[in-house]
């Protein structure tokens, strides 16, 4: 659909960013898609200094954005992206956004969101710092609502044929959060709810709650040596995976300091939450444990797989342990054993502390590393970055994360991993950041709390059920 010329023409001081849908529809049937456009007037009032600028082919404008049903509260995130005109390239010109979003729910959408950052600013580069949280509102018409109808009943994606869908088997399903009493079944075989009753329901497949049990006999069977590489966010589902679930396992823990965000002053005797080498032995009866006395590090006994846990700050310079060791001379293998799988978790650090150069060249040696250390039979999962919003680090620390930036540094991972391993590896995105993101806008600022970005222990439980259902599912 063509823009209107009109667009290019406003500025600041005559309308604030709005959203826009051109053509309205009366109503769409379930499964199509509609046309949303996100207008930021170019500014006229004052001059900027040229200090921020994006990263290549990405936005100048920081914008988040989300359709949200009126009577379900689900939450559909709008990927927009710049309007294909040169424009959009110049810091002082309007700038116009698009998405085609798909929608696949029965209900009445209308769309809510904000102008995280102008200019760039959500793009602290060196030796840029980051600049305060100060959200515009998304100016949105009274009449901009999009009604999406199953007119014959037979959508595909209705919650009365999901217990007919194939379990799933994915890594990364497209999903949203449903509540609770808007589910027609019985909700025993699906995973638990998050603190505010919605559960995570895929649209292609079911996702079935696999016990913590299964899961760890399944280890065995399938998967009896597992690399895992990551930070406090892989302490966490380590955790529940370690305990068979019953880390922060109450609604009494639910909403104590350690469930919630900050677990590393937590007692806890199965493994060493500061050690920066784990090996921890699994089985279905007592969970995981560091073994004692002598042992193997390259197998575990009978009756048991291995976890081999390697606690990184991402891949940062000046860490307790330099990351580079446990893969020099290409005896990963060697050293901690032959792994079915590899999962790998990145950027949760790096964004707010390395530049993207610098970056990026930390991640050529990485997957340079895996490439020459793993053998083909090796499956490389990449965890995205823990999802991260509605706020910014303006204390000393300067970490540079924001939304966007996040986002940017993930797709570098998932990218680079791709190109460079898909030849010799299986490779698979375990998307939690998407699951996050789904969330309604007012669960996802409950995050702001949390210092260390970290998701709260109902999350993680559900993170953990796409890995077990991708790995361990029918």
């Given at each position: 659909m063509p823009v209107p010329p009109w667009y290019w023409d406003i500025a600041n001081n005559e309308s604030p960013a709005f959203v826009d849908i051109q053509g309205l529809p009366f109503a769409i049937e379930v499964g199509e898609t509609v046309c949303v456009r996100v207008v930021i007037p170019k500014d006229v009032t004052k001059h900027k200094p040229m200090m921020f600028v994006p990263f290549p082919g990405t936005p100048w404008d920081s914008i988040m954005l989300d359709l949200v049903g009126n009577n379900t509260g689900i939450s559909v995130p709008v990927e927009l992206n710049p309007v294909d005109d040169m424009r959009n390239g110049d810091r002082s010109s309007t700038h116009v956004y698009e998405a085609d979003v798909l929608l696949?729910?029965?209900?009445?959408?209308?769309?809510?969101?904000y102008v995280e950052f102008r200019d760039a600013q959500w793009n602290p580069e060196d030796p840029q710092e980051p600049q305060p949280y100060v959200p515009e509102k998304l100016y949105v018409s009274y009449l901009l609502e999009i009604p999406v109808v199953d007119k014959h009943g037979k959508s595909p994606y209705s919650l009365n044929n999901y217990l007919q869908l194939p379990q799933c088997n994915v890594s990364n399903p497209e999903g949203r959060w449903v509540s609770i009493g808007d589910i027609p079944f019985d909700v025993a075989t699906l995973p638990l709810p998050d603190n505010n009753g919605r559960i995570w329901m895929p649209y292609s497949c079911q996702l079935k709650r696999i016990s913590y049990k299964d899961f760890a006999q399944c280890l065995i069977e399938k998967y009896p040596s597992m690399h895992v590489f990551g930070d406090s966010n892989t302490r966490r589902y380590l955790k529940k995976i370690t305990t068979?679930?019953?880390?922060?396992?109450?609604?009494?823990?639910?909403?104590?300091?350690?469930?919630?965000?900050e677990d590393y002053v937590d007692p806890f005797d199965r493994f060493s939450i500061h050690a920066r080498k784990s090996f921890i032995d699994m089985d279905p009866l007592d969970g995981g444990r560091t073994p004692s006395g002598e042992f193997s590090m390259t197998s575990a006994p009978a009756n048991k797989s291995r976890i081999f846990f390697h606690k990184w700050e991402g891949l940062m310079e000046k860490q307790l342990i330099d990351w580079q060791d446990v893969f020099k001379d290409n005896k990963i293998e060697t050293l901690y054993g032959h792994p079915q799988v590899a999962i790998f978790s990145l950027i949760n650090w790096d964004s707010a502390f390395l530049s993207r150069a610098r970056f990026l060249w930390y991640l050529d040696l990485l997957v340079d590393y895996i490439d020459r250390g793993y053998s083909a039979s090796t499956e490389i999962i990449v965890r995205t970055g823990q999802y991260y919003c509605c706020r910014s680090d303006v204390s000393a620390k300067k970490r540079k994360y924001s939304r966007l930036r996040n986002k940017s540094f993930d797709q570098q991972v998932i990218d680079e991993f791709k190109?460079?391993?898909s030849a010799k590896h299986k490779v698979s995105i375990w998307d939690v950041s998407a699951i996050s993101e789904n969330l309604p806008y007012e669960t996802r600022k409950q995050a702001v709390v949390c210092a260390s970005n970290h998701a709260r222990s109902e999350i993680v439980e559900t993170e953990n059920q796409v890995l077990f259902n991708y790995l361990c599912g029918a």
């Open positions: 696949r729910d029965v209900d009445t959408y209308r769309p809510k969101g068979l679930g019953e880390w922060c396992g109450t609604t009494e823990e639910h909403n104590t300091t350690g469930c919630i965000c190109r460079r391993l």
